[in-house]
């Protein structure tokens, strides 16, 4: 039974790749709304990036120094 839908779901995704690979025409464009939310996904990864090495640091440092430390350890 797992195998029969797998096989089914592999089916439907490839069908929907084709589908997408291969159209005609499309008409389609980005309207303010939907650009303006990029602009802000785009930030706020950059400043969510920065948080993130902000908080870790001090453990980011510590493993670099560790790794590239030149002192023998026992």
């Given amino acids: 039974m797992m195998k029969h839908s797998a096989i089914l779901i592999r089916s439907l995704v490839l069908a929907a790749l084709l589908a997408l690979i291969f159209a005609s025409e499309t008409y389609a464009y980005i309207d303010?709304?939907?650009?303006?939310?990029?602009?802000?996904?785009?930030?706020?990864?950059?400043?969510g990036g920065l948080f993130v090495l902000k908080v870790?640091?001090?453990k980011i440092k510590t493993f670099f120094?560790?790794?590239f430390s030149?002192?023998?350890k026992n």
Avoid: D, H, M, R
């Fill in 32 to 47: 303010p709304g939907t650009g303006s939310y990029i602009i802000q996904l785009v930030i706020a990864a950059f400043f």
């Fill in 56 to 58: 870790s640091w001090k």
């Fill in 65 to 67: 120094g560790n790794l």
């Fill in 70 to 72: 030149t002192a023998k």
